[in-house]
């Protein structure tokens, strides 16, 4: 059999690859597309057919697996690609990158939040932030433990205010949640 005959062949099942197509796709233009792409395979790797058996059955063949590969690339690109006018700000915060100016920002207004503290509220809650023990701070501070605790509290219900523009909203579990 001969390249054109062959193409002939192939031209005549474009109705009924059509048909078939719209089971898969379920939209004509897309069907159209199918097709389309089916019989230019057939077409390009006709040396593959074997004379004989069933041309139908082949291009059917030929169809169904360029759906299945056309899903399958469809679906891995739809995972890696937003697709949306409008990206939410929860994506947005995976897809923005992060700099050391947004570090020094913060770290700048978390040291003045930490100057603005009384004496009294600083050294307490700075010996506990660099990992000294309660009873270690009372000891070198010559006060009372319950008072060092107080004291914490108390440096950390005031950075939590003024680091208020800070919080993104999220829930804290019930066991992080503070007075």
Request: no cysteine.
């Amino acid at each position: 059999m001969t390249k054109i005959e062959f193409n002939t062949m192939v031209l005549r099942q474009a109705g009924s690859l059509r048909s078939y197509a719209l089971h898969f796709t379920h939209d004509a233009d897309d069907a159209n597309d199918l097709v389309q792409d089916t019989m230019l395979k057939a077409i390009t790797y006709y040396n593959k057919f074997k004379e004989g058996t069933n041309l139908k059955g082949w291009l059917y063949t030929i169809m169904k697996n360029t759906f299945i590969n056309n899903y399958r690339r469809f679906v891995k690109m739809s995972t890696f690609v937003t697709k949306s006018e409008e990206i939410s700000s929860a994506n947005l915060v995976f897809s923005s990158t992060k700099n050391q100016g947004e570090a020094k920002f913060i770290m700048d207004d978390i040291k003045r939040s930490l100057d603005k503290l009384p004496g009294e509220y600083y050294i307490p809650f700075t010996m506990y932030f660099e990992g000294h023990k309660y009873h270690e701070i009372a000891d070198h501070l010559a006060i009372p433990i319950g008072t060092v605790k107080t004291r914490i509290h108390v440096a950390r219900k005031l950075l939590k205010k003024n680091l208020k523009s800070y919080d993104n909203g999220i829930k804290k579990p019930v066991y992080a949640m503070e007075d």
